[in-house]
């Protein structure tokens, strides 16, 4: 059928990808510090930086072609702000979401250039992977 996708590529190179209120990435830029607690992981806080932005998502389409991400919705009385879709690059740790599933959820902290913000932000993600350990 016309239009219609003959094939997918599927790259071996497993991404590390999480989904944020647009503006909540106002003052983020490539390379930007940012912190990964994954749930498979409790009570261990990787180092990561932000790669990416992708480009939009198939809300921003007039007819959604499965080219651009999807993102959820909400139903909600005062509408959600849009979500923005970025990849991370893990620092030391590349390795480690390889051997992951496809899917598996993490918790992700983007740090702000000042010292003090870095410091709650850090803070706030530790305690979320300790939080892992009971839920």
């Known amino acids: 059928v016309a239009g219609s996708p003959l094939l997918a590529i599927v790259a071996k190179k497993a991404d590390l ?8 990435l ?5 390379g930007t510090q940012a912190r990964v607690v994954f749930d498979s992981r409790p009570g261990e806080v990787y180092d990561a930086i932000l790669e990416t932005f992708e480009a939009g998502v198939s809300n921003g389409q007039l007819s959604a072609n499965g080219l651009l991400s999807t993102t959820e919705t ?3 009385w005062v509408r959600d702000a ?6 991370l690059k893990l620092v030391n740790h590349q390795d480690l979401i390889a051997n992951m599933p496809s899917g598996s959820r993490a918790t992700v902290q983007l740090l702000p250039e000042s010292t003090i913000g870095q410091w709650f932000g850090t803070a706030q993600i530790r305690f979320i992977s300790w939080l892992h350990y009971i839920y």
Do not use: C, G, P, T
């Open 82 to 87: 849009q979500r923005q879709r970025i990849h």
């Open 74 to 76: 909400s139903n909600r």
């Open 26 to 30: 106002s003052n983020m830029k490539q």
């Open 17 to 24: 990808v999480a989904d944020f209120r647009e503006k909540s």
